[in-house]
């Protein structure tokens, strides 16, 4: 078994105040966790430049070659878009507004995850991406990770990460022309689509993608 190891490590923050003038109080509350750095500040009056240079943290995922449990992961997902697909097509051919089919990609597909789940012991699948609609995808440390890597190599082949307790497989989802009737950019997308987005999900991200681009992933999280 190889295992590459990536690294991702949270840049220093610098904090810069006004510096014309003399300090008469400033206190600086200082932060660091595994996941991020924090600054808090409370300034009582104008304070000269503060710089704060704080030890870097850092996370890993650990990148695998193991067939046995990708191949496991990718029966599962194809398993699940395969159900789906039919559904989503048949819909965005009906509405030429495509409300429907938002909908149906949107609610209905966490409904259909979360019936295959019941159906099987020892997966789980999900869907998340860098720039999601639903909150309920948003994704997580590893996750993050692991779709920085789908961007910065421009390779969108499935991908198995050893989280320790359980493996990931890790399947990702380039742009279609099909995608960009909801997934385009705005003015391109019907604008009774872009009024239901705006109401359903106020803090959508999932808009102003282009053909080809890294849309996102399905997951197969399996315990060990």
């Known amino acids: 078994m190889n295992k590459q190891l990536y690294t991702l490590a949270l840049t220093p923050i610098i904090f810069i105040a006004c510096a014309n003038t003399e300090p008469k109080q400033a206190e600086i509350v200082e932060k660091v966790t595994t996941k991020q750095v924090?600054?808090?500040?409370?300034i009582v009056a104008k304070a000269p430049t503060i710089i704060i240079e704080p030890k870097k943290a850092q996370a890993t995922v650990s990148f695998i070659?193991?067939?046995k449990v990708l191949e496991k992961g990718m029966i599962?997902?194809?398993?699940?878009?395969?159900?789906m697909q039919p559904t989503l097509k048949s819909?965005?051919?009906e509405d030429s507004t495509h409300v429907t089919a938002m909908g149906a990609c949107s609610s209905m597909a966490i409904q259909m995850v979360d019936d295959y789940n019941r159906q099987i012991t020892g997966v789980k699948l999900r869907r998340t991406a860098l720039k999601y609609r639903n909150p309920k995808n948003k994704p997580d440390t590893a996750d993050r990770m692991v779709m920085d890597t789908f961007v910065t190599t421009n390779k969108f082949k499935p991908l198995v990460v050893d989280l320790g307790n359980e493996y990931r497989v890790y399947k990702p989802l380039v742009t279609k022309q099909?995608?960009?009737?909801?997934?385009?950019a705005r003015n391109d997308i019907s604008?009774?689509?872009v009024k239901m987005i705006d109401r359903t999900y106020p803090k959508d991200k999932a808009t102003g993608f282009q053909l080809g681009d890294f849309r996102g992933v399905v997951v197969a999280?399996?315990?060990?």
């Open 38 to 42: 924090e600054i808090t500040e409370k």
């Open 65 to 67: 070659e193991n067939k």
């Open 76 to 83: 599962h997902i194809n398993t699940f878009m395969g159900s």
């Open 91 to 93: 819909l965005l051919r």
């Open 178 to 184: 099909s995608c960009l009737l909801c997934h385009g």
């Open 191 to 193: 604008s009774e689509l």
């Open 221 to 224: 999280d399996i315990k060990k």
